[in-house]
T-cell receptor, first 116, second 112 residues
Framework: GAGVSQSPSNKVTEKGKDVELRCDPI?????LYWYRQRLGQGLEFLIY????????KSGLPSDRFSAERTGESVSTLTIQRTQQEDSAVYLC??????????????FGPGTRLTVL | GENVEQHPSTLSVQEGDSAVIKCTYS??????FPWYKQELGKRPQLIID?????GEKKDQRIAVTLNKTAKHFSLHITETQPEDSAVYFC???????????FGPGTRLSVLP
């Protein structure tokens, strides 16, 4: 079946502009995660959704970052007034269930954001 | 909150040798420990995972061991091949999938 998809695959923007990144999780996956990965670095947790609620927003770097999710479907990560340090690959992952056995996260291909 | 450390940060081995990567975690509530492999320019993919009711799990050339008392778990790759070259991330989380914390990664290079 279809995996996690993200769009756009690449985004180049000017400093100060807003950007919106989209994630389509695997159908039926209740949990959705956003991560940021700078070049050559590890996975920095940003936010986690269970359904359309976000019980853990602790990883959002600043109030310029926000995220929404519609039901158990699409999520968007919005970065306002982008800065050069926001340049990174933004990865989305989804997981079948939160409680119980199914915790494996399936990652999307990522969106490479470049802020000039 | 959970804190996951991972060592070494880089590892080079000769083809055919074994590689071991170790992780420690801090939250005793964590009970799910996956390992992800990320090849250059690609997304992370799960290679093996272990839950706290199991001490060891093996899948062909890959094995993971867990010591819950000491709060550490390790990835073992035997008979390494060049295609094993990648960055490996460990992670820890509780049963609810919250507080999903990744280690900083280990860059493994398998030399032919």
């Amino acid at each position: 079946g279809a995996g996690v998809s993200q769009s756009p695959s690449n985004k180049v923007t000017e400093k100060g502009k807003d950007v919106e990144l989209r994630c389509d999780p695997i159908s039926g996956h209740t949990a959705l995660y956003w991560y940021r990965q700078r070049l050559g670095q590890g996975l920095e947790f940003l936010i986690y959704f269970q359904g359309n609620s976000a019980p853990d927003k602790s990883g959002l770097p600043s109030d310029r970052f926000s995220a929404e999710r519609t039901g158990e479907s699409v999520s968007t990560l919005t970065i306002q007034r982008t800065q050069q340090e926001d340049s990174a690959v933004y990865l989305c992952a989804s997981s079948l269930a939160v409680g119980g056995t199914y915790n494996e996260q399936f990652f999307g291909p990522g969106t490479r954001l470049t802020v000039l | 909150g959970e804190n996951v450390e991972q060592h070494p940060s880089t590892l080079s081995v000769q083809e055919g040798d074994s590689a071991v990567i170790k992780c420690t975690y801090s939250d005793s509530a964590s009970n799910y420990f996956p390992w992800y492999k990320q090849e250059l320019g690609k997304r992370p993919q799960l290679i093996i995972d272990i839950r706290s009711n199991v001490g060891e799990k093996k899948d062909q050339r890959i094995a993971v061991t867990l010591n819950k008392t000491a709060k550490h778990f390790s990835l073992h790759i035997t008979e390494t091949q060049p295609e094993d070259s990648a960055v490996y991330f460990c992670a820890a989380t509780d049963n609810y999938g919250q507080n999903f914390v990744f280690g900083p990664g280990t860059r493994l290079s398998v030399l032919p």
